[in-house]
Each structure stands twice: as C-alpha cells, then as structure tokens.
T-cell receptor, first 114, second 115 residues
Framework: AQSVTQLGSHVSVSEGALVLLRCNYSSSVPPYLFWYVQYPNQGLQLLLKYTSAATLVKGINGFEAEFKKSETSFHLTKPSAHMSDAAEYFCAVRGIQGAQKLVFGQGTRLTINP | EPEVTQTPSHQVTQMGQEVILRCVPISNHLYFYWYRQILGQKVEFLVSFYNNEISEKSEIFDDQFSVERPDGSNFTLKIRSTKLEDSAMYFC?????????????FGPGTRLLVL
C-alpha cells in the first residue's frame, strides 16, 4: 500500500531563509507524488507534482521538489521564505487502484519569523 | 480558471440529524472524491466515484454515508445520522480522465460541526 511520512509536524524559519519540508514515501510501483498547501481556513491548493518525468519539479510561489528514488524522498524546498508562505503543507502519493485516491502525510505547519 | 465549489461553507447540526454536503466538480471531470480532515489531523480519503458508482471507499465510509450525482453537475455526500466524531472539514475533489489528468482539484471545503 502507498504511504507518506512527513518528518516534522512544525517547521519554523526566518523570513529570507531556506525552507525545507521533508517527505518520504512508500510505494510498490513508481509513484506519482504531490505537494499541496493549505492556507488558514482554506482548501487544498496544488503546489507541484511529480509524474515520472523530470526529477526536479518546479511549482508555484517559488517552490520546488526533487524526487529521489534511492532515498524514497520528495522534499519540498524554497530558497528564500516569505511571510506569505506560512501555511500547512501536505505531501501525498497517488494510489494505484481504481480511481487512484490520494494518500496524504500528516502535514507540516510552516511558520515564518520576521 | 475552472474550480471545484462546495456548499455550505459551514454547517452546524445536532447529533443524529442528517446532513447533505454539496459539491460542483469541474465540468469535464469524470472522477469525484470526498476527503475529510478532522481538526489537527491529516486529510483522509472517504470515497471515490466514477461512472455513476462508487469505485473505492475507505473503512470510514460506513453505512451512514452515501454519495450521489443527482443531476450530472452536483456531487453530494450524505451523512444519515451524524455523530460527534463526524465533526470535520469535508473536501470534495475532482479530476479528469487519462494519464495527463492525474491532478485532483480540491474545493474549499465544508466545515461540519456536530453538537
């Protein structure tokens, strides 16, 4: 079965600092992986996705993620944090059966310090 | 840009009452989903729907839950007799068909509070 583990339920960085949110996956087949962002009191917005093409994926708002098969990882990074990046971030892997549900990690709450 | 919409945004109900959560998926999408997020917890899959039938459901989706696509545009989740533990944010999602249509687009959610 597919599963996702996000290391660190809370991450705090200073404005302008590097953002690194960790995601490791488990999948019996080549995975499709996603990062979603949830701003306070809002729904889930797709940041970026890996679908077996380029291993370095660029998303919206300056975020990118690198798929590393050898490490079963899909960590999310941003070179310079902005106050508006404060949100909850979810990593997800797509299921392989039927309608291909998403299996989410537990989420990482990102706080940006001025 | 097309988007998934959900109504109501908030719903408060008494335990044991029936609630219907409504979603309008993106118009040319064929797969529909409900997820829920209990406060402070991760997003959990409830059910997927394709070709007018349930294609997969989780263990959470018991006999108290049902889904329907009554008119070709709306997609509803019904909870027949709500419990306190049904309090959560419920998200609807939809996606198109085919290999390039793998992205699920989420609605803004309905926050359900059962008292």
């Amino acid at each position: 079965a597919q599963s996702v583990t996000q290391l660190g339920s809370h991450v705090s960085v200073s404005e302008g600092a590097l953002v690194l949110l960790r995601c490791n996956y488990s999948s019996s087949v080549p995975p499709y992986l996603f990062w979603y962002v949830q701003y306070p009191n809002q729904g889930l917005q797709l940041l970026l996705k890996y679908t077996s093409a380029a291993t370095l994926v660029k998303g919206i708002n300056g975020f990118e993620a690198e798929f590393k098969k050898s490490e079963t990882s899909f960590h999310l990074t941003k070179p310079s944090a902005h106050m508006s990046d404060a949100a909850e971030y979810f990593c997800a892997v797509r299921g392989i059966q039927g309608a291909q549900k998403l299996v989410f990690g537990q989420g990482t709450r990102l706080t940006i310090n001025p | 840009e097309p988007e998934v919409t959900q109504t109501p945004s908030h719903q408060v109900t008494q335990m044991g009452q029936e609630v219907i959560l409504r979603c309008v998926p993106i118009s040319n999408h064929l797969y529909f989903y409900w997820y829920r997020q209990i406060l402070g917890q991760k997003v959990e899959f409830l059910v997927s729907f394709y070709n007018n039938e349930i294609s997969e459901k989780s263990e959470i989706f018991d006999d108290q839950f049902s889904v329907e696509r009554p008119d070709g545009s709306n997609f509803t989740l019904k909870i027949r007799s709500t419990k306190l533990e049904d309090s959560a944010m419920y998200f609807c999602a939809s996606r198109g068909q085919g290999r390039v249509q793998e992205t699920q687009y989420f609605g803004p959610g309905t926050r359900l509070l059962v008292l």
